[in-house]
């Protein structure tokens, strides 16, 4: 618990010093501010749960999950760059679908939510406990693998065990 507080303390004086850009005359005011927004994340955040598994897994997964997403998304946003271009008609076809998280925590269901986001033509536009309602731009899509290629990777940052693969 102390160190999830320093870090947080950490970070919020690294934005505060970044709001006020480096002003020495505003630094004082941090001595109150500081502490106010670590205790507003506490209140809106509770309490941090315990995290399972190696931290050094955990590290290395996460320098997966960002790689992999920010190749997604390019190749991503060059096909819905080209799918919405293409004459005389964009090649797009929406449709809604359920996508159902398999990830047992609330926190992990809910970074797998906002990260959906980011692959190439879905968003998630609502949550309901595990399942998910995904807008996709088109038919074509391999959606679902793309998602559950998402959770597992997910679930080895949270230090989960990942979901089994869906048919």
């Given at each position: 618990?102390?160190?999830?507080v320093?870090?947080?303390?950490?970070?919020?004086?690294?934005?505060?010093?970044?709001?006020?850009?480096?002003d020495?005359?505003?630094?004082?005011?941090?001595?109150?501010?500081?502490?106010?927004?670590?205790?507003?994340?506490?209140?809106?955040?509770?309490?941090?749960?315990?995290?399972?598994?190696?931290?050094?897994?955990?590290?290395?997964?996460?320098?997966?999950?960002?790689?992999?997403?920010?190749?997604?998304?390019?190749?991503?946003?060059?096909?819905?760059?080209?799918?919405?271009?293409?004459?005389?008609?964009?090649?797009?076809?929406?449709?809604w679908?359920?996508?159902?998280?398999?990830?047992?925590?609330?926190?992990?269901?809910?970074?797998?939510?906002?990260?959906?986001?980011?692959?190439?033509?879905?968003?998630?536009a609502?949550?309901?406990?595990?399942?998910?309602?995904?807008?996709?731009?088109?038919?074509?899509?391999?959606?679902?693998?793309?998602?559950?290629?998402?959770?597992?990777?997910?679930?080895?940052?949270?230090?989960?065990?990942?979901?089994?693969?869906?048919?």
């Amino acid at each position: 618990m102390m160190v999830s507080v320093l870090l947080r303390a950490l970070l919020a004086s690294i934005v505060w010093i970044a709001l006020i850009e480096g002003d020495a005359t505003m630094v004082v005011y941090g001595a109150g501010v500081v502490p106010a927004v670590v205790v507003a994340s506490y209140a809106l955040t509770g309490r941090p749960g315990r995290w399972s598994g190696s931290p050094i897994r955990r590290a290395r997964a996460l320098i997966g999950l960002v790689g992999w997403i920010l190749w997604r998304s390019v190749m991503g946003g060059t096909d819905v760059a080209l799918r919405a271009l293409r004459l005389p008609r964009p090649r797009i076809d929406p449709y809604w679908t359920t996508y159902r998280v398999g990830i047992e925590s609330d926190r992990g269901r809910t970074v797998v939510t906002l990260l959906m986001n980011l692959i190439p033509g879905t968003l998630s536009a609502s949550r309901t406990c595990a399942e998910v309602e995904v807008h996709v731009i088109g038919s074509d899509l391999e959606v679902t693998e793309a998602l559950s290629a998402l959770e597992a990777r997910v679930a080895r940052v949270m230090g989960e065990d990942p979901p089994a693969l869906r048919e």
